[in-house]
């Protein structure tokens, strides 16, 4: 997926969260047989737009992470694409259901966790997740996604819905410029070509983070690139 997004332009701030939600209201009429379902943090994870003007789209479950995932793979179970969406802290207590319910059955369910690592602004410790990615890779039939920037966001958010197994989507809470341009692909990892001998690895939008830190360049001596 190379076209050039029209809703997210290079030099602009813009958090994953927002971009997810935003890129749900504009695309939503593409995909008739999409249902979403939030654990009462639409406010929190970039949904409150797409629940006011798609409310027969939308499904509110409550704080009720494990149900929610049982209801999910129920709907899928009958051709609908389903996107769940809480904080990936919350969606943790799930694991159970979304592996039974969700995984192994290899239904089309999409999971999209909110305040992924430590970005959580004051919502606190109690908030922040670092677990996610290891519990969702040991999952059967389970793929996931990390976007660095907007941009990348909506480029992969449009193309798992047209996938029809099961996904789990980090989103992010603070505003970060965009890394990559605009017509780039989704990106599966960059390389650099010169010869150095250290290397600073990153994921997702804390890429951002580390290359606007210039205390880590400086005592490291890094190049970090993007």
């Not at 999409?34 to 509110?60: H, M």
């Not at 690592?117 to 996931?144: H, K, W």
């Amino acid at each position: 997926m190379k076209e050039q997004s029209k809703n997210f332009q290079m030099n602009k701030k813009i958090s994953l969260r927002d971009a997810f939600g935003s890129t749900l209201v504009n695309h939503s009429n593409k995909f008739p047989n999409l249902i979403v379902l939030d654990a009462d943090l639409a406010a929190g994870t970039g949904l409150n737009d797409f629940r006011k003007q798609y409310p027969k789209k939308f499904i509110q479950c409550g704080i009720a992470e494990q149900n929610m995932a049982s209801i999910a793979g129920g709907i899928a179970s009958m051709g609908k694409t389903v996107i769940i969406n809480s904080f990936s802290i919350f969606l943790l207590r799930a694991l159970e259901q979304i592996r039974l319910s969700i995984a192994y059955s290899n239904l089309n369910v999409k999971i999209i966790g909110g305040h992924t690592g430590i970005d959580v602004g004051p919502d606190g410790a109690s908030a922040q997740c670092i677990e996610d990615i290891a519990c969702f890779r040991s999952l059967p039939n389970m793929t996931v996604i990390a976007p660095c920037d907007s941009i990348e966001m909506e480029k992969a958010l449009l193309t798992i819905l047209k996938y029809k197994k099961p996904v789990y989507l980090r989103s992010g809470r603070s505003p970060i410029k965009q890394i990559f341009p605009n017509k780039v692909g989704l990106i599966h990892g960059a390389l650099s070509k010169e010869k150095k001998e250290k290397v600073l690895k990153s994921r997702g939008f804390k890429f951002m983070l580390r290359k606007k830190d210039p205390q880590i360049n400086k005592d490291h001596q890094l190049k970090i690139l993007g």
